[in-house]
C-alpha cells in the first residue's frame, strides 16, 4: 500500500518560513508526479503546488507563487514545500499526494493517493 508521510509543520509568525517534508514509500517514485495541497477550517482542498516526476516542470497556485518552492528528492523518496514569506492566510493543514502520471497538475481528482496531513499556523 502506497504510504506518504508529511512532517515540518508548526506554529511560525508571519513573514517566517517553514519547510515541509513528505517521505513516500511503496511504489515507484520517481515514475510520478507528486503535488502539495490545503485545506484550512471550513474550506475546501485547494491546490498548493506540483512537480513533475523527475523535477523539471513545477507549477504554483497564484496565492503561493514567487513565496512557496517545491522540490524532489529522487533519491530519497522524498518532496518537499519551502515555504517563505508566510501570511497569517496560509494556515491550514497541508497534505501531500501523488500524482497518477508523471506530469505535474492542479487537478484535485488526478491524485490518488494522500498523506494523513500536517498542521502549519500562522500567527499574525
Known amino acids: 500500500q502506497v504510504q506518504l508521510v508529511e512532517s515540518g509543520g508548526g506554529l511560525v509568525q508571519a513573514g517566517g518560513s517553514l519547510r515541509l517534508s513528505c517521505a513516500a514509500s511503496?511504489?515507484?517514485?520517481?515514475?510520478?508526479?507528486m503535488g502539495w495541497f490545503r485545506q484550512a477550517p471550513g474550506k475546501e482542498r485547494e491546490f498548493v503546488a506540483a512537480?513533475?516526476?523527475?523535477?523539471?516542470?513545477?507549477i504554483y497556485a497564484e496565492s503561493v507563487k514567487g513565496r512557496f518552492t517545491i522540490s524532489r528528492d529522487n533519491a530519497k523518496n522524498t518532496v518537499y514545500l519551502q515555504m517563505n514569506s508566510l501570511k497569517s492566510e496560509d494556515t491550514a493543514v497541508y497534505y501531500c499526494?501523488?500524482?497518477?502520471?508523471?506530469?505535474?497538475?492542479?487537478?484535485?481528482?488526478?491524485?490518488?493517493?494522500w498523506g494523513q496531513g500536517t498542521q502549519v499556523t500562522v500567527s499574525s
Open positions: 499526494a501523488r500524482g497518477t502520471t508523471m506530469y505535474s497538475t492542479s487537478r484535485y481528482s488526478s491524485y490518488d493517493y
Open positions: 511503496r511504489f515507484s517514485f520517481s515514475n510520478y508526479a
Open positions: 512537480i513533475s516526476s523527475r523535477g523539471g516542470q513545477t
